[in-house]
């Protein structure tokens, strides 16, 4: 936990208004709240992951030497995802893995920046964009590439056609409770109008009387200017001021703080009626639909004490990190940690040269003093965690479990409920590594349930292998013994068994016949 926030512990409330739990640490947004979006230059070198959603990465669709044009479709998808598109134009360097922000290597394509900016063929404004179906919609929406920019990274258009004629209530998630970020806040500022114009698209799209803006009451002067753009053009959408709390913004809280209703355990806000986008999310569906421009940009706020002119960027999708950094007058030489994200739910860098993605909100350098771990953290039961978590569980015992291996425990635990909010380890006092313990214990209770699934697998192939000898006797056996305990390849021996079998007895039933008439 940094100290920027820590030192304001005292000042922590765990509060139990809209939704259960939470915490209030200082927002850390005065230095970029009031900072407008500055353009970044495009760099000469962008490098596109094939991996910004929720789902399989992409394909792709382009070839190293190729040239490419500016929201060109470069990745395509299969099943649950969204397609990928080139941000500038220029020549394919290469395709071929490199680092990003969730660890390890993905499959990307190098694009080598002619600093034109030819805008792709494929990119082209419906004439009336009112006039439009919602089919049509929904369609734009989904080769636009739009995922939750808030980080989730869901496809939209999944969220959108599988919620029609289930959801009646629609929320722009406005609440930006991660403290630092302000990438959302400026947008309401400076980008009204496309805001209420992709909400009121959403409101045609599910059928509904209003969408719900859900914003932060420390962000008054956002709250006002939706509020006159409203005004001004009769849209179906109105704007609901919270308290701040943290995690107000997972998008069950929001649910709950807007609605009163709670999303089941294991659930989505579908369950409950209900639809929840990001704001950039909803500026991207107002550009997909009106100008037919897909995601090919995103809003990063650069921060942290480690930053020397922390600021709001807009750049390229794909641009590296570092470009961001160095845009900022660089990073302070005493700066240990890098966080891609928010200070409570982001992912500490060990590069940076990993790039700008869909999901990137905010690029957090830390420096000096702020590293407050401690070398033995050690529990004491308080059970603050207990009070803090969001979502009902019961952090002090997941920990436990995960630190002495019970996984059964642990699953029982219900620890694949945790929304890793980080809620738990910043209230505690003994500072253990909640968030990221449960994290591994999430993996531990995957691994555990596919060796479950593997020897239940094996079970049916020992079943199968027992039936073999039990009906095949020594001629079956003698042609499966070669794939014991492959399940297809026992199978397709039976078969073929029982082939033989079946033209063995037809051949006998001919002879026979034969034989009769001979005679």
């Known amino acids: 936990m940094f100290p920027l926030l820590w030192q304001y512990k005292d000042e922590v409330k765990t509060m139990a208004q809209a939704f259960f739990g939470g915490v209030h640490p200082n927002d850390m947004k005065a230095a970029t709240n009031e900072k407008a979006i500055e353009q970044l230059q495009a760099p000469a070198q962008v490098v596109i992951p094939m991996s910004m959603h929720f789902g399989a990465p992409c394909t792709p669709t382009v070839s190293k030497g190729d040239y490419v044009k500016l929201g060109q479709k470069i990745g395509e998808f299969k099943g649950l995802g969204a397609p990928i598109h080139a941000s500038v134009s220029g020549t394919v360097a290469a395709v071929e893995p490199r680092p990003y922000s969730m660890g390890g290597k993905v499959m990307s394509v190098v694009i080598d920046n002619d600093f034109k900016d030819d805008l792709s063929e494929e990119v082209h ?11 049509e919609m929904v369609e734009m929406v989904k080769q636009a590439g739009i995922v939750g920019m808030g980080g989730a990274t869901f496809p ?22 991660e403290p630092y970020i302000t990438g959302d806040h400026r947008a309401m500022l400076e980008r009204t109008e496309e805001i209420i114009g992709g909400a009121s698209y959403l409101v045609k799209m599910f059928g509904v009387d209003k969408a719900i803006i859900g914003v932060e009451d420390n962000k008054k002067n956002g709250i006002d200017a939706l509020n006159r753009v409203i005004a001004e053009t009769k849209a179906p959408v109105i704007v609901v001021p919270l308290h701040c709390r943290y995690p107000q913004g997972g998008e069950k809280q929001l649910c709950q703080a807007i609605t009163g209703k709670q999303v089941p355990p294991g659930g989505l ?3 409950i009626g209900c639809a929840v986008f990001n704001i950039n999310t909803t500026i991207a569906i107002f550009r997909a639909i009106t100008t037919g421009m897909p995601v090919v940009s995103k809003v990063v706020t650069v921060s942290g004490s480690g930053v020397i002119e922390p600021k709001n960027v807009e750049c390229p999708i794909g641009t590296p990190v570092s470009c961001l950094f160095d845009y900022c007058g660089g990073l302070k030489d005493e700066t240990f940690k890098i966080i891609a994200g928010g200070p409570m739910m982001g992912m500490a860098q060990y590069t940076c040269d990993i790039p700008v993605a869909k999901g990137t909100g905010a690029m957090l350098a830390f420096a000096a003093d702020e590293d407050k ?5 050690t529990c004491i039961r308080c059970g603050r965690c207990v009070e803090a978590c969001p979502v009902h569980l019961e952090p002090l015992y997941m920990y436990m479990y995960e630190q002495k291996g019970m996984i059964e425990e642990l699953e ?6 945790c929304m890793e909010c980080g809620a738990c380890a910043y209230i505690c006092p003994g500072r253990l590594h909640l968030t990221q ?8 209770v995957k691994d555990a349930a596919a060796k479950r699934k593997a020897a239940a697998e094996a079970a049916k192939v020992d079943a199968a292998w027992e039936a073999m000898k039990k009906v095949f006797g020594v001629v079956g056996l003698s042609r499966a013994r070669a794939c014991e305990k492959d399940k ?17 007895a037809r051949t006998f039933k001919v002879e026979t016949k034969r034989a009769d008439k001979t005679f």
């Open 488 to 504: 297809d390849a026992i199978l397709a021996c039976a078969k073929e068994f029982l082939d033989d079998q079946l033209r063995a």
């Open 156 to 177: 939209t258009h999944t969220k959108i056609s599988s919620g029609i004629g289930k959801v009646d209530t629609v929320i722009i998630n406005g609440a930006e409770c």
């Open 437 to 444: 313990t449960f994290k591994t214990g999430k993996q531990k």
């Open 125 to 135: 404004a419906p004439a009336d964009p009112d006039a439009l179906s919602v089919e």
């Open 373 to 377: 771990t401690v070398e033995n953290p």
């Open 269 to 271: 806000p579908s369950a």
């Open 412 to 417: 029982a635990a219900n620890i694949m409920d």
